[in-house]
């Protein structure tokens, strides 16, 4: 991390982008395999909801697709079934369409799409914990991406008011510490750094904190 007398955007910038590396696999593929499956238990339990029922089914046949990362298909179709895109907008106000529709900005997001993922991950909400904070965890990330610092900053503190927990609320303690850092916003980044270090001591992002938070004091 650069010393505050000589901040270096690019290199806070590279940063926060190898924390996204770190992540997007353990946090978004996982995530994106129990939106499945919420999915799934949707189809199976939700009768009244037809639509629900087509849409879930839908999504499940593009698991191959997104399990394997081979996001475009799953996001465009393939020969044999529809994609996240068409389920996302054919099915729109439906559970369903909404999960197609999250899966569809975690595969823009994994292609390196950044605008495509804020299209499709703009709007959409769940009440599940960790999905619900991962998505907007997402659209932190993307927002990031193409610069929009202040965005950015506003999803990552949705993402952690969302769900107070040990999987994520950490991670996304730690991006928006990094981002405040972007716009020189010190002393919300040290506040974001301390509550790692006090309140989630066992996280990998609390491992050596300490040197963020005396690097920012100086």
């Given at each position: ?50 639509k ?14 997104f ?13 044999n079934?529809?994609?996240?895109a ?126 963020f ?5 100086k």
């Amino acid at each position: 991390m650069a010393d505050i007398e000589n901040f270096d955007v690019q290199e806070l910038s590279d940063r926060v982008q190898e924390k996204f590396e770190q992540n997007k696999n353990t946090i978004y593929i996982a995530l994106g395999a129990i939106a499945v499956l919420v999915a799934g238990f949707w189809w199976y339990n939700s009768n009244k909801e037809t639509k629900s029922l087509e849409a879930s089914s839908l999504i499940w046949k593009q698991e191959k697709n997104f399990g394997s990362d081979n996001f475009q298909a799953a996001i465009d179709g393939d020969q044999n079934n529809v994609g996240y895109a068409t389920i996302a907008d054919e099915y729109s106000g439906t559970p369903a369409g909404e999960i197609a529709a999250y899966n569809m900005g975690v595969g823009y997001l994994n292609l390196g799409q950044f605008d495509q993922a804020i299209n499709a991950l703009e709007g959409v909400s769940f009440s599940d914990e960790l999905v619900g904070a991962v998505a907007k965890g997402a659209l932190g990330d993307a927002y990031l991406e193409v610069q929009s610092v202040d965005k950015a900053i506003s999803n990552y503190k949705d993402a952690i008011a969302h769900s107070d927990n040990d999987f994520t609320a950490p991670v996304y303690l730690k991006k928006l510490a990094l981002a405040y850092e972007l716009v020189e916003e010190n002393d919300n980044a040290i506040e974001a750094y301390e509550r790692i270090k006090n309140d989630y001591p066992t996280s990998a992002e609390a491992q050596g904190i300490e040197k963020f938070i005396n690097k920012l004091k100086k």
